[in-house]
């Protein structure tokens, strides 16, 4: 069976500090790849989705970077951090475009919660 | 512009009695629409999903949406609420724009609170 794995869980940060969150899938071959944000306990903003290694579209203009060094692999980064970038982070996963049955459901990690002090 | 609409931020319902969280649509061509749930400081978990066929889906945990065309909605709903089933639960549409690879656009999200 797949799974997804996201850490670290909790993250505390100064202002100009360095981000590294990671992702990695278990038990599929070749996913798309997602991180969302979470701001304020609400509403899920796309921030970048990957749908093969080294592919990576950006869905908004951010402090942020994200990269797909292998193939099951998603990481979230930024060079120096933002009171702005607090949130909770998501990543997801889902089958290749294509695969109507699977199509768009997502299965989405455990989260990392940032804190930017 | 394609979007999916929460109208309620919270649902409040004793348990037992019937919920219906309400969402609606605006996508070019035939919807795609998913309905997820969220517990607290936890990522979000797939519930049901409605790409053609029958207008009433049936997920998991004992929910249900109904797709309804005239109206774009796709409200979700269960017979009987259970104190368990208070989370955040968001409402999706596949982006049918150019391009846009599978991905998905989520609703605020709305609160239920179902009261022992």
């Known amino acids: 069976s797949q799974t997804i794995h996201q850490w670290p869980a909790t993250l505390v940060q100064p202002v100009g500090s360095p981000l590294s969150l990671e992702c990695t899938v278990e038990?599929?071959?070749?996913?798309?790849l997602y991180w969302y944000r979470q701001a304020a306990g609400r509403g899920l903003q796309l921030l970048f989705y990957s749908v093969g290694i080294g592919q990576i579209s950006s869905e908004v203009p951010q402090n942020l970077s994200a990269s797909r060094p292998q193939d099951r692999q998603f990481i979230l980064s930024s060079k120096k951090l933002l009171l702005s970038d607090s949130g909770f982070y998501l990543c997801?996963?889902?089958?290749?475009?294509?695969?109507?049955?699977?199509?768009?459901?997502?299965?989405f990690g455990a989260g990392s919660r940032l804190t930017v002090l | 512009a394609q979007s999916v609409a929460q109208p309620e931020d919270q649902v409040n319902v004793a348990e037992g009695n019937p919920l219906t969280v309400k969402c609606t649509y605006s996508v070019s061509g035939n919807p795609y629409l998913f309905w997820y749930v969220q517990y607290p400081n936890r990522g979000l978990q797939f519930l049901l999903k409605y790409i053609t066929g029958d207008n009433l889906v049936k997920g998991s945990y004992g929910f249900e949406a109904e797709f309804n065309k005239s109206q774009t909605s796709f409200h979700l709903k269960k017979p009987s609420a259970l104190v368990s089933d208070s989370a955040l639960y968001f409402c999706a549409v596949r982006d049918m724009s150019r391009g846009a690879t599978n991905k998905l656009i989520f609703g605020t999200g709305t609160l239920l609170a179902v009261q022992p």
């Open positions: 038990g599929t071959s070749n996913p798309n």
């Open positions: 997801a996963w889902s089958v290749p475009h294509g695969d109507l049955l699977g199509a768009n459901v997502l299965t």
